[in-house]
């Protein structure tokens, strides 16, 4: 059985740094693709963050580009979340996913491209 535990989040001020940490049990890690998610009180889940299972893809949503670097380590069987110069905005339960195929190609931006999901980590950034 697949499990995913994230970890990293924290209360940081705006400007500040916190890298998130996401690792699985159980499946082929390296085989899929995986993905960052956040949900703001009141919100939907949006999409953060993606990376193709051999890292030779990766996509941002705009408002994390240039502050935001997805990673992963399949030898650790992890996927890494570095966030920078924080805002106020990202506050918000990061969650990391495991695609529904292995190897897929293309864009992973939709919830429903995720089977397997962690229990989330709380992100708060105070102004």
């Known amino acids: 059985q697949v499990q995913l535990v994230e970890s990293g989040g924290g209360l940081v001020q705006a400007g500040g740094s916190l890298r998130l940490s996401c690792v699985a049990s159980?499946?082929?890690?390296?085989?899929?693709?995986m993905g960052w998610f956040r949900q703001a009180p009141g919100k939907e889940r949006e999409f953060v963050a993606s990376?193709?299972?051999?890292?030779?893809?990766?996509d941002y949503t705009d408002s994390v580009k240039g502050r935001f670097t997805i990673s992963r380590d399949n030898a650790k069987n992890s996927v890494y979340l570095q966030m920078n110069s924080l805002k106020p905005e990202d506050t918000a339960i990061y969650y990391c996913a495991r695609s529904l195929v292995s190897g897929a190609s293309g864009r992973y931006y939709e919830t429903t491209q995720y089977a397997k999901w962690g229990q989330g980590t709380q992100v708060t950034v105070s102004s």
């Open positions: 159980g499946g082929s890690f390296n085989l899929y693709n």
């Open positions: 990376i193709s299972w051999d890292s030779g893809r990766t």
